[in-house]
Structure formats: C-alpha cells, structure tokens
C-alpha cells in the first residue's frame, strides 16, 4: 500500500488515480474530505489530516511500502520557511517512526543549492533531513518550472491582454507539465528500483521562452499577438500581494525568479533522454486554453 500526500494537487492526484487503475492500496492524506471524495469514490482510503502535524502522518505512514511526500505551497505564510520545517520535520519524523521503506520525495531544480533560491532552499533543507534518515530508501525528484504555474497569468491576460512576470524575455526555461513529473514517480513508486539517497532531474519536452511560450498560450487562446512582459521585481511583489498572496510569499518568490534571471537556478545536467519529458508547450496550451475558457 502506498500514501500519498498532496493528493488533490497538480502531482499527487495522478499519482493516486494511477496507483489505484493498477490495482494497489492507496491512502490518501489532504485536509478536506470533500475534495478528497473523487479519490475515495475511485476506491482511495481517505486521510483528513495536516502535513504539520507528526502523530497524525505516523499513523497515515504506518505499514506502507512506500510514500510520496511534498511540502505543500503555503501562500498565505507569514514564514514560508518555518512553515517549510514544520512540515519537513513532521514528514521526516513520521518517515522514520512508521519506519518507512522507501520515499519519493517531490523537490525541485536547484535544491543542491542552500541559500538564494526563494521557496526551493526549504526543499534543499528537506532533501539534507531525510538523507539523514538511516533506514528509508530516498528518491528526490527535482522538476523544473511547472507549464501549471503559467495559470497565474489567466488574470492578467483577462484584465490587461498581456502575459508577463519578472522571468527575462530571452532565458530558455524548460518547462515541465505536471503529468510528466506524475508519471515518473508512478513508475518509480512500483518499480521501487532506487536504493540509498538518489536525486534525478526532470526537464520539460524543450527549452522555452516565456515570449515564445506566451505566443503558443495566446494562439491556443485565440490572441496570437499576446505580448510578453518583463516585470520589476517591485511590481511583481505588489501583484502577488495584490493576488493575496503574504509579502514573505511574494518576495520568496522574487528570491527565486531573481535567481532563474541570473542564471544560479538551472539545470545541473546536459539534457539527454534520461531527463527529458514527453508534453509539449503546444499540448499544454490546450489545457490551458480550457481553464482559460471555464
Ligand atoms: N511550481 C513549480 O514550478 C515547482 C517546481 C518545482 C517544484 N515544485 C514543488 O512542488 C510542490 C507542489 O506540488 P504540486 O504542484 O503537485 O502540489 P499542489 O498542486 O500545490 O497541491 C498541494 C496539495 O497539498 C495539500 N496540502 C496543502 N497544505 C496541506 C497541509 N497543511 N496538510 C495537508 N495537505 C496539504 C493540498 O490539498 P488540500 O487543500 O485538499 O488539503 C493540495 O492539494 C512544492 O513543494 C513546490 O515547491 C514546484
């Protein structure tokens, strides 16, 4: 039987549905019943309980071959990186209590780095605490910027008829859509072919701009001159604020676009086959072309 966390969310929904149409056990931990019901009707055991708290994740982990963990965004945090801890101690000491064999862990691109990378230095300090644990096999899957993150400018698009971010025009990001980072760890969470501590990069299907990509959303959009946007990293503070998002929040992120900009955040492997993801930009643009739509 396998938990996994996150379950409603962009990865861990696919996990779930895959793992059950295989035919095994899963639980299923999110803090709402109601928006948990798709899964359990799917035949998931449902789990209501919070990522923070340690006792509750010991008894969801007890007795599991394998889970799949993430620290969740928390957008509201006036501490992201102690809500960060928080969760990632919770989650390592429930690991460890269960006594749980093997662990996939959803980090990012640039969790090697400790400082300067806004959100991804608390997956940094997640990778170091459960490499610390003795007995848990760990895989930590590091994936790049999500194409889903690209929702965040339905808004803008709408209201102002451009995309934009602080992301410079002219740096090729590579993007992934979620499905794919879903698909690699369903095949790693039944195969449970990792041993030890190991981390693998996941790029998107190429290298994209965000003028390019902003072409390719607007085509599927109906708007193929849809322009593309640098923005200072104050008006983006003041956007994501404006967005509800916590001043701590906004400037996190900040942290890590100012990063991407200058070239810290990136991958650390040449891509090749091993890394490299099936879902192109024009599929995405589909997708977002229907929450665009809806
Ligand atoms: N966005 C990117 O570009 C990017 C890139 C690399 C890595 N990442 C990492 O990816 C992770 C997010 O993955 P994702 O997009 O698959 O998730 P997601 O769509 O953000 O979903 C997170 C899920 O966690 C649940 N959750 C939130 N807080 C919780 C809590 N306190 N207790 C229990 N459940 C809680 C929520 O379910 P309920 O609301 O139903 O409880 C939600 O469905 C983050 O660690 C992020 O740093 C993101």
Same mark, same amino acid.
């Given at each position: 039987?396998?938990?996994?966390?996150?379950?409603?969310?962009?990865?861990?929904?696919?996990?779930?549905?895959?793992?059950?149409?295989?035919?095994?056990?899963?639980?299923?931990?999110?803090?709402?019943?109601?928006?948990?019901?798709?899964?359990?009707?799917?035949?998931?055991?449902?789990?209501?309980?919070?990522?923070?708290?340690?006792?509750?994740?010991?008894?969801?982990?007890?007795?599991?071959?394998?889970?799949?963990?993430?620290?969740?965004?928390?957008?509201?945090?006036?501490?992201?990186?102690?809500?960060?801890?928080?969760?990632?101690?919770? /989650?390592?000491?429930?690991?460890?209590?269960?006594?749980?064999?093997?662990?996939?862990?959803?980090?990012?691109?640039?969790?090697?780095?400790?400082?300067?990378?806004?959100?991804?230095?608390?997956?940094?300090?997640?990778?170091?605490?459960?490499?610390?644990?003795?007995?848990?096999?760990?895989?930590?899957?590091?994936?790049?910027? @999500?194409?889903?993150?690209?929702?965040?400018?339905?808004?803008?698009?709408?209201?102002?008829?451009?995309?934009?971010?602080?992301?410079?025009?002219?740096?090729?990001?590579?993007?992934?859509?979620?499905?794919?980072?879903?698909?690699?760890?369903?095949?790693?969470? /039944?195969?449970?072919? @990792?041993?030890?501590?190991?981390?693998?990069?996941?790029?998107?299907?190429?290298?994209?701009?965000?003028?390019?990509?902003?072409?390719?959303?607007?085509?599927?959009?109906?708007?193929?001159?849809?322009?593309?946007?640098?923005?200072?990293?104050?008006?983006?503070?003041?956007?994501?604020?404006?967005?509800?998002?916590?001043?701590?929040?906004?400037?996190?992120?900040?942290?890590?676009?100012?990063?991407?900009?200058?070239?810290?955040?990136?991958?650390?492997?040449?891509?090749?086959?091993?890394?490299?993801?099936?879902?192109?930009?024009?599929?995405?643009?589909?997708?977002?072309?229907?929450?665009?739509?809806?």
């Amino acid at each position: 039987m396998y938990t996994i966390t996150g379950a409603t969310g962009n990865t861990g929904k696919k996990i779930a549905e895959a793992l059950i149409a295989k035919g095994q056990g899963v639980r299923v931990i999110g803090r709402s019943a109601e928006r948990l019901r798709p899964l359990a009707d799917k035949g998931a055991e449902p789990f209501i309980g919070s990522l923070e708290d340690a006792s509750a994740l010991t008894r969801a982990f007890t007795g599991m071959k394998a889970v799949y963990v993430m620290i969740p965004p928390n957008y509201q945090a006036e501490n992201f990186r102690a809500y960060q801890n928080k969760v990632g101690e919770a /989650l390592s000491t429930a690991i460890a209590a269960a006594q749980v064999p093997y662990v996939v862990n959803l980090s990012s691109l640039g969790a090697h780095l400790p400082e300067k990378t806004g959100p991804i230095k608390g997956l940094y300090a997640m990778e170091q605490r459960l490499n610390k644990l003795d007995r848990a096999h760990v895989l930590h899957l590091r994936p790049t910027y @999500f194409m889903e993150n690209l929702f965040w400018s339905i808004h803008l698009i709408k209201t102002m008829g451009m995309n934009g971010s602080p992301l410079r025009g002219d740096l090729p990001i590579p993007m992934i859509a979620t499905k794919d980072i879903a698909a690699e760890a369903i095949e790693r969470l /039944l195969r449970l072919d @990792f041993a030890g501590k190991s981390t693998k990069e996941l790029l998107g299907q190429r290298d994209l701009t965000m003028p390019e990509t902003t072409r390719i959303l607007g085509k599927a959009i109906g708007k193929p001159d849809l322009p593309y946007a640098q923005f200072s990293y104050e008006d983006a503070e003041k956007a994501m604020v404006g967005m509800g998002l916590s001043i701590d929040m906004a400037r996190s992120f900040n942290e890590m676009y100012r990063a991407f900009n200058e070239g810290t955040l990136k991958p650390t492997e040449a891509r090749s086959e091993r890394n490299t993801t099936p879902t192109s930009i024009e599929e995405f643009s589909q997708v977002f072309a229907a929450a665009y739509k809806s």
